[in-house]
């Protein structure tokens, strides 16, 4: 399986307990050392890694990383979308294209450059799963339940950036019946939790491993399983 983002935080940690579980992880990192690292903690680890420098926001990148993993393999399992950029939190009223364009461009473009990269490699598979790591704030139903923290949060790109991840997830699903999309957030919506790491400097209330639950689970979903969710790591979450 292919984890972007996976040299730290959640992508890491999922990396690490599904490479124990015995999978090959393929583990993207857009910074050759930083992914290094990290592969070497993995090793280490007794996981099966291969590192993959890849940068979700060059075409470049990804198609130099689908030919890295073909040196490998001939079919891709499953693909974690979890690379994600946080944007500057600016309110709306502030917020410009120049500000929005980099988040999108890791949130949004860059799971369909490598989705649509890595499609061949994924309908070789018997039973392909994308997971895409998604947020509550992409959520309307979250993002408009004034007991909701981030209710008050006054930002356009991250959340804005989470839904159309969210909307990809259904799209894909939709047309691609064959290959299982479905998108997860790393918190407890409902308990208002998410997971400490560099992201969110470390204030999230659950640890990666809890963080990772969910993703480890879609990940690992079997031929009859879900398809075009949005779900926690406590079950179905609003769209
Ligand atoms: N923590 C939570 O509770 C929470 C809640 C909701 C959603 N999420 C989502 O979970 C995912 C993982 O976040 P995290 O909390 O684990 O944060 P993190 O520790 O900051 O990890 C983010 C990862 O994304 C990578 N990344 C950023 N831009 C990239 C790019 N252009 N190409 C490739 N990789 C890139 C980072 O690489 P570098 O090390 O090179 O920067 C890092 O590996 C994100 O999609 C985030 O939006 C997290």
Redesign the pocket.
Known sequence: MLI??????????AARRLGEQGWTIFL????EG?GKAAADELAAKGVNVVLVV?????DE?VADAVLRVREHTDRLDVLI??????GHAITPADATVAEIHPVY???VY?PIRVTHAFLPLLKAAENPRVVM?????GSFGVVTDPEQPVSKMHELA?SSS?AALNMLTVRYAQALPDIKFNAI???EVANRK???????HHT?Q?T?TE?TDCIVRLATIPADGPTGTFTDRLGPVAW
């Open positions: 972007t983002g996976g040299n730290k935080g959640l992508g890491f940690e993207g990192s857009r910074d930083r890849l940068d979700v926001t060059s990148s979308n979890n690379a994600g950029a946080p461009d890791t949130n860059g790591v998604s947020s509550a704030g991250y989470k957030t790393p918190g998410f997971a400490a790491t560099d992201m969110n999230g659950l990666v963080g």
